[in-house]
């Protein structure tokens, strides 16, 4: 569907309701409507909301990104929030990582691809996310007094973590290892208090208040960038 220039993508649900998102990275417009709405009424709705829909564009667009890493030396590479220089050294028989005081010393086998590289860094990534996460929530599970049966990484497109609340089973972005760890312990919060309201509800956003005050202003620095791979 071309609604003045813009290309809206409908998919039909199951749904009483219709919805709209603007995605990252590039913007695009999808709308979930219910089976039997008519075109005509899709337009209208996504006409009075075509204010709205460019606004959020722009600010989609404008986020700064990191570009992909190409595992060279000299790339500059974020660990919970500093920046540090990428120091190639292919000469060993096996990969390490060593954190210098600005520099992250990765040994790689002799020979080795991009790909092998690659992996063997956000294998380590993983580690070093897992390990802090680990850390702070075991202190937020005593201090909330929830249970959490495990914390697992992933790539994800457009969420920092979800909660499977039934399973309890939480889920944190493998990119969060790029940002201050105040991040990572916001995101391990936010889906900690799913545990306790489900829904991003009053009673969500006071229990979270109560547990981290300054939680905006974590919020705020994840939003301010996208650094998505
Ligand atoms: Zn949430």
Request: aromatic residues 10%.
């Amino acid at each position: 569907m071309n609604i003045e220039g813009l290309e809206i993508s409908v998919v039909r649900k199951k749904i009483k309701n219709m919805y709209l998102r603007v995605q990252p990275p590039d913007g695009s417009v999808k709308v979930s409507a219910p089976r039997n709405m008519s075109e005509k009424v899709i337009r209208q709705f996504v006409q009075q909301k075509l204010p709205w829909i460019r606004k959020k564009q722009q600010q989609i667009r404008s986020r700064k990104r990191h570009e992909p890493y190409q595992m060279v030396t000299g790339e500059i590479h974020y660990l919970w929030g500093q920046a540090y220089r990428l120091v190639i050294v292919d000469k060993g028989s096996r990969y390490q990582i060593d954190l210098r005081a600005d520099e992250i010393i990765y040994q790689v086998r002799e020979g080795s691809t991009f790909e092998q590289r690659k992996a063997h860094y956000l294998a380590w990534c993983r580690e070093q996310l897992e390990l802090k996460a680990s850390e702070i929530a075991s202190g937020w599970m005593q201090r909330m007094q929830v249970e959490v049966r495990e914390i697992r990484t992933r790539n994800m497109k457009t969420k920092w973590g979800t909660c499977n609340c039934r399973e309890r089973r939480i889920w944190l972005n493998l990119q969060l290892v790029k940002w201050p760890l105040s991040c990572l312990e916001y995101i391990i919060v936010h889906e900690f208090t799913h545990l306790l309201e489900r829904g991003h509800n009053k009673r969500f956003y006071a229990l979270l208040d109560g547990y981290l005050p300054d939680w905006r202003k974590q919020r705020k620095i994840l939003k301010s960038a996208v650094c998505f791979e």
